[in-house]
């Protein structure tokens, strides 16, 4: 071999040289926003409007569970209801049949969602777009269609359990007040969106979305893939669970529609328009959308009708969804007043900080 | 000789066409080797094979003593092969830095073991942009890089690892003469300072001649002559 030549220092330029700026109007916002609905309840809103915010807090949990699999791993699931409704209908039965105390039911049925997520996580790891989707449509849709058509007969009184009636959740409260399962619902999607965005952020979330942007030199990286597409899985899927554990409770009953199609195209719904890969995108959108629709007591096939609507028209005008439009829009604006903005455009449009 | 690498008899086709007829070849440890040969000739088949992307219909390929033939692409590199793409498949969403400590993260044991830092692997990241010319890009989405800043970044992404081998496919082509300049000089400081060996593929003799000690000439799918430098 030849001698060496000397290793030439880099040309120094300005492109890139600076850490992308963390925005503070973004936390800004979020606090306002808990603030806002931390204080609702204290307007003397109608029960029904209570209802429907604690059914929309926990939705928006699910849209962002959904946004872990779907957006960051790029896993796009058709039967993330799976997951939500195993959860609800393990909640039901281990209260009610096997007489397991609330907490330690919540827990396992969590455990129980993670499991199921690992389980199509495994099914799914050697499959690509389109198939992971038709997968996880087809595993949704038999759970679906056995809690459906699967009635039996319950163990205390003998009534006729399971079906479109569902189970009933054993639980150790009588007639919750609105008021506390307003707060226990908005806690937990504090709470879980909290935890998702740190899984987000973590080294485990930067290697999904390496993942989900080129498989091929993430698996050049060393990176098992099949391993981390089950990963993604597993936790969408615990996040998924609880949120359905949390329906159950709130609902009082595990039913075949917390199993349904509709519910998982809702989520991918809420992702798409929010802003896949964001978490925050989701649970805005999720709950934005479930207030408008549902607190304007529409009918349910009316609020498919919009539902499909909002998703036709974000995919055809707004593809980034609400947060990635904010996005081009605060860098186009940004881009107006000088070199700095303009070199942050760059990066805050892909690079780091940008979820 | 000491082998750090052997492949033997590998064969393979892709429905009729037979691309690789037998192809043996073998590299020592700390071994610059180049190979060459026209297009269509199975290069890059065969770098695929040997680094885990595609499983030979025959033939067995060794590692350090150990039959690797049927692992797969990202056990390869924890074991200590690395290899870089003809046409680089940067992550949309991740910044140059994002994409250097995703291929640290697979080390981050082995230096914890060592002694090492693990929270952040910050330091080896910054270390290795560094090194590869990168470092007023770290903050850019690779996405919006140059082809040449592509060319440094694969680069990086295969010296994370700290690899015993390095496969380079086309790793020269269509640079302008600094990027070539500075990447040469990086591929001679890693096989001088750590003793990585590589297998270097190429159309540009005149650079394999500069930077390998043997060269092998593949066509239809056969090494038909071995030059040493």
Same mark, same amino acid.
């Given at each position: 071999m030849r001698n060496a030549a000397p290793f030439r220092a880099p040309k120094v330029s300005l492109r890139g040289g600076t850490p992308p700026a963390r925005s503070t109007w973004r936390g800004g916002w979020l606090a306002a926003g808990i603030g806002l609905l931390l204080f609702f309840p204290l307007s003397s809103p109608d029960a029904f409007f209570l209802d429907v915010f604690t059914t929309g807090f926990l939705l928006a949990a699910f849209a962002a569970s959904w946004d872990v699999v779907g957006g960051v791993s790029g896993q796009t699931t058709l039967g993330h209801a799976l997951p939500f409704g195993?959860? &609800?209908?393990?909640?039901?039965?281990?209260?009610?049949? !096997?007489?397991?105390?609330?907490?330690? &039911?919540?827990?396992?049925?969590?455990?129980?969602?993670?499991?199921?997520?690992?389980?199509?996580?495994?099914?799914?790891?050697?499959?690509?777009?389109?198939?992971?989707?038709?997968?996880t449509l087809a595993l949704g849709e038999i759970a679906h269609e056995v809690a459906v058509g699967h009635t039996f007969f319950s163990g205390p009184g003998g009534y006729a359990w399971g079906g479109e009636g569902g189970i009933p959740v054993a639980l150790p409260w009588r007639d919750a007040s609105p008021f506390s399962s307003y707060y226990a619902a908005l806690g937990f999607l504090c709470l879980a969106s909290f935890g998702m965005l740190r899984f987000l952020r973590s080294e485990a979330g930067l290697i999904l979305r390496a993942v989900a942007g080129s498989p091929i030199t993430a698996q050049a990286s060393g990176v098992p893939i099949a391993r981390f597409k089950r990963l993604a899985f597993a936790v969408g899927s615990a996040?998924?669970?609880? !949120?359905?554990?949390?329906?159950?409770?709130?609902?009082?009953?595990?039913?075949? /529609?917390?199993?349904?199609?509709?519910?998982?195209?809702?989520?991918? /719904?809420?992702?798409?328009?929010?802003g896949r890969g964001t978490i925050v995108g989701p649970v805005v959108a999720a709950l934005v959308l479930h207030l408008l629709f549902q607190g304007l007591s529409l009918p349910p096939s009316v609020r498919v009708l919009l539902y499909a609507l909002t998703l036709l028209l974000v995919l055809r005008f707004f593809p980034g969804g609400v947060v990635g439009t904010a996005r081009d829009l605060a860098s186009r604006l940004g881009g107006k007043e000088g070199g700095r903005s303009r070199r942050i455009r760059g990066r805050y449009r892909n690079g780091e900080g940008a979820p | 000789?000491?082998?750090? #690498?052997?492949?033997?008899?590998?064969?393979?086709?892709?429905?009729?066409?037979?691309?690789?007829?037998?192809? @043996? #070849?073998?590299?020592? *440890?700390?071994?610059?080797?180049?190979?060459?040969?026209?297009?269509?000739?199975?290069? @890059?088949?065969?770098?695929?094979?040997?680094?885990?992307?595609?499983?030979?219909?025959? %033939?067995?390929?060794r590692?350090?003593?150990?039959?690797?033939?049927?692992?797969?692409?990202?056990?390869? =590199?924890?074991?200590?092969?690395?290899?870089?793409?003809?046409? *680089?498949?940067? =992550?949309?969403?991740?910044?140059?830095?994002?994409?250097?400590?995703?291929? #640290?993260?697979?080390?981050?044991?082995?230096?914890?073991?060592?002694?090492?830092?693990?929270? %952040?692997?910050?330091?080896?990241?910054?270390?290795?942009?560094?090194?590869?010319g990168l470092f007023n890009q770290r903050f850019v989405s690779c996405a919006q890089l140059s082809q040449g800043c592509l060319r440094r970044l694969e680069f990086a992404r295969g010296l994370a690892c700290r690899p015993k081998l390095l496969i380079l496919d086309e790793i020269f082509s269509a640079l302008s003469a600094a990027d070539e300049g500075d990447l040469t000089a990086l591929l001679r400081a890693a096989n001088r300072d750590e003793g990585t060996a590589f297998l270097l593929v190429s159309h540009n003799p005149p650079l394999l001649k500069s930077l390998c000690r043997r060269i092998l000439v593949l066509e239809e799918g056969r090494i038909v002559r071995e030059r040493i430098v």
């Open positions: 195993t959860a &609800a209908y393990a909640c039901a039965l281990l209260t009610s049949f !096997a007489g397991w105390p609330l907490p330690l &039911a919540v827990g396992a049925a969590v455990l129980l969602a993670a499991a199921v997520g690992a389980g199509i996580g495994t099914l799914s790891a050697p499959l690509a777009g389109p198939f992971v989707a038709l997968l996040f998924a669970g609880a !949120a359905g554990a949390g329906f159950a409770l709130h609902v009082g009953r595990a039913t075949a /529609t917390d199993l349904s199609l509709e519910l998982s195209f809702q989520a991918a /719904t809420f992702a798409a328009v929010g | 000789m000491n082998t750090l #690498l052997s492949a033997d008899g590998i064969v393979k086709s892709f429905g009729p066409t037979r691309v690789l007829s037998g192809v @043996t #070849l073998s590299v020592a *440890p700390g071994e610059p080797v180049g190979l060459f040969g026209p297009n269509g000739s199975g290069k @890059t088949t065969l770098v695929n094979i040997l680094s885990g992307l595609l499983r030979p219909d025959a %033939g067995t390929v590692f350090d003593g150990e039959e690797i033939t049927r692992l797969p692409l990202d056990a390869r =590199y924890r074991l200590g092969i690395a290899r870089t793409f003809q046409i *680089p498949h940067p =992550y949309p969403s991740l910044s140059v830095r994002e994409a250097v400590r995703v291929a #640290l993260a697979v080390d981050a044991g082995k230096r914890k073991e060592e002694g090492g830092t693990r929270e %952040g692997e910050e330091g080896p990241a910054e270390d290795l942009i560094a090194r590869t």
